[in-house]
């Protein structure tokens, strides 16, 4: 397996547990718009102990981005990288992944499922390609909502949100179920993107077969 060591350039916080990390970018490292690379932090106690993150910057972007929930429950490598600094040294694969953009569609995230898109969305940005997507973002409450403002400036009203914990006006309330997706969803014809916790993705894969929409129309990491 080809690893490279690079250095962490800045940490910031995104939300109450999610962090984004710039990362140095090794020399020709490139990707495509919503694959992932596995990462370890470059101590002999924790080298070894890979977890797989997807970029959230661009392919052009002179760093590397990731956008990570941290778990602090969990004495894993989430919270390992909750305690480094810039300068910490990380150890990064090369890029894989299935997600990537095939066309026009309705991407439906749960919570840090988000962040593939996030990569895809950007560079359609980037192209004046973000006309006819869709974004469903599915979270428990509002707080736990990953770059709400950018989504909102780059998909207006083609952005919805639906929370299953907290009930405000301007977002959907419960699920994300077939009448939901019947509601907010005018054409099922299209392409659709999936991310999220595999409960979840489970249940709108059965609801998305329930409504008429070919498995070959899907596009999920496998």
Known sequence: MTEYAIKIISIDDITHDVKRFRLEKPEGYTFVPGQAASLSVNTPAMKDMRRPFTFTGLASDPYLEFTIKIYLSHNGVTKALSELSP???????????????????????????????????RDLRSKNMLEKNLLIFANKTRADIIYEDELRSMLGSSFINILSDEIIEVYHSGFVTVDFLRSVITDFSGRFYLCGPPPMMAAVKKQLADLGVARSAVTLEF
């Open 87 to 121: 300068g910490d040294s990380l150890l990064i694969t090369r890029p894989w992944g299935n997600i990537s953009y095939n066309g026009p569609g309705v991407f439906i995230a749960g919570g840090a499922g988000i962040t593939p898109f996030m990569a895809i969305l």
